[in-house]
């Protein structure tokens, strides 16, 4: 089925640092979520995307819904222990009704 | 966002046997959807609950497998049917209002099959 190429796979940072982390697909979606996982919990919706083109900001996160609407891109600035976790992409494609396909996964570790 | 619970949270049990898992919202919803998570794996959907109908299943999945019931806007169960060692996984529920696309998890059911 569809999927979702997340980048990096995985990243290790310092507090402090700013984080930029992808999303990309083949097929044009209609909607980008992104979503973070914490261990032993459910993902928890962060920021919805619904144009292309779209800047969306959410405290020191803010996403972008890309122009071809092919990706998306989630940044978090001035980082902090607490953004530990796993972050996902999920996209709505065309003709799909309310399903989401989601991305891969980037693990985010943050050092003191 | 609506506050979703999961019962059991985890569970350990012994391959051959079945295993039915609860989702409860506290309102109403339009949609409910089921997924796996494999080890260190992304999300799967494996189907859209329905309420007063049969589930919509994704492709790899199958109603004798993975039965689902949803009498109502507020709750849904998954039963994994025949279990075996691969069914280990975590199995989350979420909600969402049509024509939206947001959709919001529930905490997750981590089973082991043994």
Known sequence: GQQLNQSPQSMFIQEGEDVSMNCTSSSIFNTWLWYKQEPGEGPVLLIALYKAGELTSNGRLTAQFGITRKDSFLNISASIPSDVGIYFCAGQLSGTASKLTFGTGTRLQVTL | ?114
């Open chain 2, 1 to 114: 966002s609506a506050v979703i619970s999961q019962k059991p949270s985890r569970d350990i049990c012994q391959r051959g046997t079945s295993l039915t898992i609860q989702c409860q919202v506290d309102s109403q919803v339009t949609m409910m959807f089921w997924y796996r998570q494999q080890p260190g794996q992304s999300l799967t959907l494996i189907a859209t609950a329905n309420q007063g109908s049969e589930a919509t299943y994704e492709s790899g999945f199958v109603i004798d497998k993975f039965p689902i019931s949803r009498p109502n806007l507020t709750f849904s169960t998954l039963t994994v049917s025949n279990m075996s060692p691969e069914d280990s996984s975590i199995y989350l529920c979420s909600v969402g209002n049509q024509g939206g696309y947001e959709q919001y998890f529930g905490p997750g059911t981590r089973l082991t099959v043994t």
